[in-house]
Nanobody
Framework: VQLQAFGGGLVQAGGSLRLSCVVS????????MGWHRQAPGKQRELVAA???????NYADSVKGRFTISRDNAKTTVYLQMNSLKPEDTGVYYC??????????WGQGTQVTVSS
């Protein structure tokens, strides 16, 4: 399984970005995908995740601002990020998991929010 993330960049506070992650390889119908981020000097943290059935959950810090979605036909997961804050800055990683199986990670994409 390979994951490739797109869409990071530099944006001013209050702006928006949309991240995409394309999954390829042996994909199981029951899976969940997510976005994690890692800020400098901090541990990687879950931002949002979504199951193959469409159920989503979010970190408290992004609720109401970020929306995760997926296109199963294109095996792509998206993260729409609105009202961005400087504390959203970090490297964003997408991942793919199946119940009881190993997890896979994309290469990461940098998001920088300037104040």
């Amino acid at each position: 399984v390979q994951l490739q993330a797109f869409g990071g960049g530099l944006v001013q506070a209050g702006g928006s970005l949309r991240l995409s992650c394309v999954v390829s390889g042996r994909i199981f119908s029951v899976n969940y995908m997510g976005w994690h981020r890692q800020a400098p000097g901090k541990q990687r943290e879950l931002v949002a995740a979504i199951t193959s059935g469409g159920s989503a959950n979010y970190a408290d810090s992004v609720k109401g601002r970020f929306t995760i979605s997926r296109d199963n036909a294109k095996t792509t997961v998206y993260l729409q990020m609105n009202s961005l804050k400087p504390e959203d800055t970090g490297v964003y990683y997408c991942n793919y998991n199946t119940p009881g199986g190993p997890g896979y990670w994309g290469q990461g994409t940098q998001v920088t929010v300037s104040s």
